[in-house]
């Protein structure tokens, strides 16, 4: 794996080292791909949820037509 030097406030490195631990994940690299594969997800369910709770299951009164 090729690597990269980022730089962050003290305060954001604590914040992370936080996170990591509470995540139980081994590196900050793995908490920054949690972190941003989460954003993803919340994006993709804003996108592709908007009758998210609106809906309901088709009953019997929903027929259109007589299917005896």
């Known amino acids: 794996m090729e690597s990269t030097t980022v730089k962050v406030s003290k305060d954001t490195a604590k914040k992370l080292a936080v996170l990591q631990h509470r995540l139980r994940k081994a590196t900050l690299d793995e908490t920054i791909q ?18 998210r709770g609106k809906l309901r299951a088709f009953g019997e009164g929903d027929r259109g037509e007589d299917r005896s």
């Open 34 to 51: 949690t972190l941003v594969a989460r954003h993803r997800k919340e994006l993709l369910e804003e996108s592709f949820g908007a009758d």
